[in-house]
């Protein structure tokens, strides 16, 4: 039997969820809602079969859904997944987990107290390139790992196709860190352990950060996070350094290996991960089975990181 699937928010992740959820074999897209007239009537348009509407509460507790997808702002992260937890839903988030450490804290808590499958849509869950620098570090074949370093410059915040999300140009939401670094600090806290600060400092525009430094550890290895706003081609990249071999990936797809040489590229096969893998892995979580995905209590650490960024140069 299909999974029974409702989806809150109907921005850029919300509508390309639903486009690949309505055509996954596990999924049947029952039900959808945004409080924006247009973005429910251009999803009514395409979709004619799928209930919309205009509250997004009205999911957490219909009763024909097994599952709830969130992409909705950050700030209501919480209010949607608590209740659905509570109600009996698995219950799949769009990062951050959230920007009030609070209501991570409760996310988490309710998660453990309903025993709700419960999953973050981290795009490094699954990728290709991460799984493999996971891999070579588990099998020891990076050596000791000496350090990690991610760079993020983008020449305009927020990019192009996030200029409707107004939110995620504001500082109380929005970012380069909560959007970009959160995925890079989350593989990093996958592969190394929990993120310690030791030293951060940010600088805000008319809006969000302009630029972002943050010195961290994991396990005594050290991390080094920046992220500018510059007039400089966008850029991402997280570099693994090991003793035998060090790992470079950029564009979130590309690897890259040194073993002192010149960076070499890597040919990667499998799966490249994409939103459908990482569906099915929800699926795989919901049905009792092994899933890739972070759950909120890795999306708590990843948050702790990133806010205490935010507010320690407050």
Known sequence: MKIQLGIIGLGAMGTEMLEVAYRHPEFEVVAAADPDPAAVERIRAQYPDISLGPVPSVLVEDERLDAIYIASPPDTHASYAIPAMRAGKAVLSEKPLGVRLTDGVEMVRVAAETGAVNALNFTLSDRAAAVEVGRAVRDGEAGDVIGVDMRFTFPTWPRIFQRDARWVAGREQGGLLREVGSHYLFLTDR??????????????????????????????????????VAAAPETYEWTLYGTKRSYRITDWSRLDISDGSPWEAVTLSGKSGTEH???????????????TLADFAAGLRVQQAVEHVHHASS
């Open 277 to 291: 893998t990482r569906l099915s892995s929800f699926a795989d979580a919901i049905r009792g089975q092994h899933s």
């Open 191 to 228: 592969l190394l352990g929990p993120l310690t600060p030791l030293s951060t400092r940010i600088s805000y525009g008319a809006a969000s950060e302009t630029s972002a430094v943050g010195i961290f550890t994991a396990g005594g290895t050290p991390i080094t996070v920046t992220g500018r």
